[in-house]
């Protein structure tokens, strides 16, 4: 029975999957959700049987079947992500007494985040008017789950302070004005010192080399700018998934 739900899980990742390609292009275009898919080469509607998550990517290999044109391996990469995403949290959540509420929780900041990166990746924007109605179900998701709504904000602030400071520092040009959103929905998302230390130490880590991998290829200068959202939300995505484990374990070292 166990193996049946993991099963369903997966199916429910790659449809929410192939659902957040769509809406990450609507947002950017600035269009509605409804409405069926379409190819943004050359924008003829998508038949259902084209649109079946990774498999229609395999089966047209990796082309429209209209225009021939090639489909972004961001298409299937989403679709894949977001199941195994949604398979780590629910072995993460299942046992837990408020699962429910726990895992739709973790999967809306999963969602989110999610977003957020692809987003932040193609454009280096945040999109602000699809992370604020997140960051409110998810607050009232926390407080459904017993968390005190003066520890959320509390956290919000502490957050998007640590990247307004940063971005006055570097007089705008460290980090862009949606960073400081996107910590304060980290804040009310993962409410707690070691967790927001947790995705900062990862996210500045991985960034850094990251960066360092580019300079020496010659892809990026020393000035060149890098968008923190991928970073921040990558992250985030691991202290959602094993951040209890990398806490623990470290605490273990130094006690």
Not at 21 to 32: A, F, G, K, M, P
């Amino acid at each position: 029975m166990f193996i049946y739900y993991e099963g369903l899980v997966i199916i429910l990742g790659l449809i929410i999957g192939s659902f957040l390609n769509c809406l990450i292009w609507r947002l950017y275009q600035n269009e509605t959700i409804g409405g069926r898919s379409y190819c943004p080469k050359c924008r003829k509607t998508i038949a259902w049987y084209d649109n079946i998550p990774v498999l229609s990517f395999l089966f047209l290999r990796g082309r429209c079947r209209h225009c021939q044109q090639k489909i972004s391996w961001q298409y299937p990469l989403v679709e894949i992500a977001t199941s195994l995403i949604f398979l780590l949290i629910w072995r993460l959540d299942s046992s837990s007494a408020n699962f429910v509420y726990l895992f739709l929780r973790d999967i809306l900041i999963a969602i989110t985040l999610i977003v957020v990166f692809v987003y932040d990746y193609r454009w280096q924007l945040i999109p602000i008017n699809f992370l604020w109605p997140l960051a409110v179900v998810i607050f009232i998701l926390n407080l459904i789950l017993g968390i005190s709504w003066i520890s959320l904000v509390l956290f919000a602030i502490i957050s998007a302070g640590f990247f307004l400071i940063q971005y006055l520092l570097t007089k705008k040009k460290g980090i862009g004005e949606g960073d400081i959103y996107l910590g304060a929905f980290l804040g009310i998302a993962f409410p707690a010192i070691a967790n927001l230390l947790l995705i900062i130490l990862i996210a500045y880590a991985v960034g850094a080399l990251i960066g360092l991998v580019l300079m020496a290829v010659q892809k990026k200068k020393l000035k060149s700018k890098i968008a923190l959202g991928p970073f921040l939300s990558l992250g985030a995505l691991v202290t959602l998934i094993w951040g209890g484990q990398i806490i623990v374990w470290y605490l273990s070292l130094i006690y």
